[in-house]
């Protein structure tokens, strides 16, 4: 499956474009702006740019320019698109080297995909040769039981084989469909519920556990659901049938209770951004947040071997997995939540929300405002180190909540109650799995680290990724710093960032190391600035141990030059 990038400030543009080729099987990412643009080449393949000329920013002709001059992308095809024959332009983009230009005005669909066809070539036949997209990535064996290298053709249909015998538990349905809150009695919750005896168990369970007892132990689901409450019940049933339809004891690698533990967790988080934004249908995105990865579950106990080696391959080579799955499989655990999803007949809003948040900032002008709320969740998840769903990373998530139109502080409050509530999350898995319970993930990072006095340069040095990354580590602290981080956006903010660093020199009387993390790849690098000064460059997304390395690293130093 080829990818196509849309590069055009225009939403309807790129919704319209973006329907047909997806219809025609091709993948499919977005761009509204140069600068976009290069964050999506950054962290993508891609096959071929429908490049409009005039965007805000950077216009396509200086974007072809770039593209001409870097080796990686000299030859990478373009198709220009213009409201009007600016010939001037085209001639400019001609000399550059395009594969022609397609008016917005004028085009149909036949004579869309005949120019992208001719710009990349002709899809590749079903099962006779891999996708362009997937690669041999080293260390993951790619073959099928038959020993022939499997295609990502071949990748899907073993999964949906697997998912065809694993029809969704009939109690999942009744749960979504009766929507709890103000439109379901209590006798109905309970009627709905008692139709699964080890369903009931577990809830009877999860309400007598340390988390939940204030009193004498519950005897009965009604009491139960008095004490966890009708919201509580619902996605603690959601959660208990969702993790025993889908997890599966082959040894792929992912640890159930941590990819479990983030799932919740995000789950919540979704929830909870739903109804602080006042948005309707707020269970919805409950299960949207629970559901975000479950294509990484199935895919990996379908192919448990290669999933195991694809994580181990992954960490030795700092890559970050869901580039690994497309390298391996030639598709990604996004595309196999959305046939899982639809396999279990799911709303539309929720398919959307849980399978097409956006995964870079590139994505997000024209995401869903569901997708939007789970792709916030899901990033302060990562950020509060709750569970580990095979990827443990930083992500960026300033631009995500702009769009949502959060506050910082309500920001920080809502994965600070997250962290403190994660505890329930753990008592869940408990409640499901009856072994013995691994310490939490922050704390086991924590651990295996030499603990660390670390000052946070940014926009937002509170609620921002680095600082609920480092609070959650204990390593937080801005006036006896070993080393420093300085999280920046673009040239002007990092520029002025590094002007602060003389004072937490002073706080540490000595001359800290720092680590740089940039969102996006097009910030130049004012090395000048730092000629006297220790530092690293990292780029979100970022592993957790390349950030833990370069901070441990550049900290050592520090310690050096105060001896």
């Not at 977005?30 to 000329?53: P, Q």
């Not at 309400?207 to 996605?235: D, F, K």
């Not at 979704?270 to 199935?298: C, K, P, T």
């Amino acid at each position: 499956m080829k990818t196509i990038l849309i590069a055009d400030d225009m939403k309807l543009c790129l919704e319209l474009v973006g329907s047909i080729l997806r219809s025609a099987g091709f993948d499919v990412l977005t761009a509204t702006d140069g600068h976009e643009i290069f964050d999506v080449l950054s962290t993508h393949e891609v096959d071929l740019i429908l490049l409009d000329i005039i965007m805000p920013k950077t216009d396509g002709i200086t974007v072809l320019s770039r593209l001409r001059k870097e080796p990686r992308w000299a030859a990478l095809p373009v198709i220009l698109l213009s409201d009007a024959a600016n010939k001037e332009y085209i001639k400019a983009a001609a000399r550059l080297g395009i594969h022609g230009y397609l008016l917005k005005s004028g085009f149909n669909v036949d004579s869309l995909l005949s120019r992208v066809k001719a710009a990349i070539g002709p899809k590749k036949a079903s099962g006779t040769t891999c996708s362009p997209k997937k690669q041999n990535l080293e260390g993951v064996d790619d073959r099928s039981a038959s020993g022939t290298a499997m295609t990502s053709a071949d990748v899907l249909d073993t999964v949906r084989k697997k998912l065809e015998l694993k029809s969704a538990p009939p109690i999942l349905g009744l749960l979504q469909s009766m929507g709890f809150g103000s439109r379901s009695t209590l006798d109905e919750i309970v009627t709905t519920v008692r139709q699964d005896a080890a369903l009931t168990l577990k809830i009877m369970k999860y309400a007598n556990s340390t988390y939940y007892t204030t009193g004498q132990p519950v005897q009965s689901l009604t009491e139960a659901i008095q004490r966890i409450g009708l919201s509580g019940l619902r996605n603690a049933a959601t959660a208990v049938a969702t993790m025993e339809h889908f997890t599966d004891e082959a040894p792929s690698g992912l640890v159930p209770q941590r990819f479990w533990e983030h799932s919740i967790a995000t789950a919540k988080l979704a929830q909870a951004i739903g109804e602080s934004l006042e948005m309707e249908e707020s269970d919805d995105l409950f299960l949207a947040g629970l559901l975000h990865n479950i294509g990484r579950m199935l895919l990996s106990s379908t192919l448990p071997t290669q999933y195991n080696q694809l994580l181990e391959a992954t960490r030795e080579q700092g890559l970050m997995l869901e580039r690994g799955e497309e390298g391996a499989f030639g598709l990604t655990s996004s595309d196999i939540t959305a046939a899982v999803l639809r396999h279990m007949k799911l709303s539309d809003r929720i398919v959307v929300a849980a399978s097409q948040f956006p995964r870079s900032d590139s994505q997000i002008s024209t995401a869903s405002r569901e997708a939007l709320v789970v792709a916030l969740a899901n990033r302060l998840t990562h950020a509060m180190m709750i569970g580990c769903s095979g990827d443990p990373k930083l992500i960026p998530f300033a631009k995500i909540a702009s769009a949502l139109s959060l506050q910082s502080y309500a920001i920080g409050s809502l994965a600070r109650e997250a962290a403190r509530l994660s505890v329930e999350t753990t008592t869940l898995c408990a409640c499901i799995s009856g072994e013995e319970l691994l310490a939490p993930f922050a704390s086991e990072i924590a651990e295996n680290q030499t603990p660390l006095s670390v000052a946070v340069v940014a926009q937002d040095r509170t609620n921002g990724p680095f600082a609920l990354f480092l609070e959650r580590l204990g390593w937080l602290n801005e006036q006896e710093p070993e080393v420093a981080v300085a999280h920046a956006g673009t040239n002007q903010e990092l520029t002025e960032l590094l002007t602060e660093l003389p004072q937490l020199d002073e706080y540490a009387e000595k001359r800290l190391g720092i680590v740089l993390a940039m969102d996006g790849s097009d910030i130049s690098r004012p090395d000048e600035l730092l000629s006297d000064r220790p530092h690293r460059w990292i780029q979100l997304p970022s592993r957790y141990s390349t950030i833990l390395g370069a901070l441990q690293e550049l900290s050592g130093y520090s310690l050096q030059v105060a001896t």
